[in-house]
């Protein structure tokens, strides 16, 4: 930037701190890619009773407010959202990155 000219900044009123998380399940693990599909994507369970079949739906990572996919496995959320996800991630030895970023509202 030259000297005289002046670098224009916004000034942003509203701000919120969100994570953006990328992770990599290799293929051949297949158990920990199951167990993180179902973490983010939630799952739905047939269960059959004398009574008949009934449905259960566990809701993942993805239905809580303020998760949004940004690519394949790529995650914007929350702060809380993503501790517990690294978390898990970490648990499971699932490579992941982290990185702090802040979004207008």
Known sequence: MAPDETEQLETVS???RRVIVSFDVRRRRRT???LVTHFVFGR???VRTPQGTRFYRYP????RPGVERLGQSVLLMRED????FTGFLSRL???HS????WIKA
């Open 14 to 16: 509203e701000v919120a």
């Open 60 to 63: 993942g990572l993805i239905a």
């Open 81 to 84: 959202d993503a501790e517990d």
């Open 98 to 101: 982290a990185e702090t970023v």
């Open 93 to 95: 030895h699932v490579p």
């Open 32 to 34: 920990e890619c199951t």
């Open 44 to 46: 739905r369970e047939r």
